[in-house]
């Protein structure tokens, strides 16, 4: 679940600054992780033509406590004015960049949809979000969900101790505005631990260099929000539903990764 750019958040104890996990701590966040890759592969298998978001939210749910975690999302305050968050998953779908609240819309043909997740396992926050193409996509919808999958793996790769979190926002933007796209700047990646949003925010945008030095043991979720056009998004009136402003397409990739001494640790993966 994406940070508000202009909302840093903090641990619960108003911690300033990255909090650093040990191996022992990721290696558990890494069993939450896998647990919610697992939880991903099925709700991902069952976004198919026909299927309503409301109906992904009860699989996203059940696989999610059979595994003997909680919902994440689920509950999950909002901001000024808005709800608590009502879904186990945020399911986007085409112009929705982010945060969309399941429904019983249907999936349709050529439909792109984003799904968004977490849970907690012993206390350990896992987030993760995957584009999935309902049916036959355009091949304008099949570039937009290639290009942000490869701008993840981009900020992945550069994810390195000594690197900055500008460099992670450098290499995101570079890959998508290469091909043409957008990267949303008011919205961005987060710290993840205990807590679903911890310091430091990571941009999908930046000058590498700048910011925050990464060191082993910090842990951040990198998930590059691409639009077809412009990057401005809008807010519906739940509060929670961020669109495109401009109606054009959008796609949302997300892994949570360990920085550690011997590179990048993917830890929301099977």
């Known amino acids: ?43 991902c298998a069952a976004a198919t ?26 509950g999950y305050p909002g901001g000024p004015g808005a709800p608590d968050f009502p879904g186990s998953i945020c399911s986007s779908l085409n112009d929705v960049v982010v945060h969309g609240i399941p429904s019983p819309v249907r999936l349709e043909d050529g439909d792109l949809l984003a799904i968004d997740c977490g849970l907690i396992l012993n206390g350990w926050v896992a987030d993760s979000a995957r584009t999935v193409a309902i049916g036959s996509i355009t091949a304008e919808a099949a570039e937009l969900k290639s290009v942000t999958e490869t701008a993840l793996q981009r900020g992945i790769a550069a994810a390195q101790a000594g690197n900055t979190v500008g460099d992670i926002g450098a290499a995101v933007q570079a ?17 993840v631990g205990r807590s679903m949003h911890e310091e430091p925010q990571v941009p999908n945008y930046g000058m590498r260099g700048q910011g925050p030095r ?15 056009g412009t990057p401005d998004v809008t807010l519906d009136e739940d509060r929670w539903t961020v669109r495109t402003a401009d109606g054009s397409l959008s796609a949302h990739s997300e892994h949570t990764i360990a920085i550690t001494a011997d590179g990048p640790r993917i830890l929301t993966t099977r």
């Open 1 to 43: 679940m994406s940070a508000a750019r202009r909302r840093p958040k903090t641990s619960a104890k108003q911690h300033t600054g990255p909090i650093l996990k040990s191996a022992a701590e990721i290696d558990a966040m890494a069993a939450a992780g896998a647990a919610l890759a697992e939880c991903l592969d099925l709700v």
């Open 49 to 74: 033509v026909g299927a309503t978001l409301l109906e992904l939210d009860a699989i996203a749910e059940a696989a999610i406590r059979e595994r003997g975690a909680i919902p994440a999302f689920l």
């Open 175 to 191: 890959e998508v505005e290469a091909a043409g796209f957008q990267v949303v700047r008011s919205l961005v990646g987060h710290g």
């Open 214 to 228: 990464l060191e082993p043991g910090i842990v951040i979720a990198i998930e590059p929000m691409v639009n077809v």
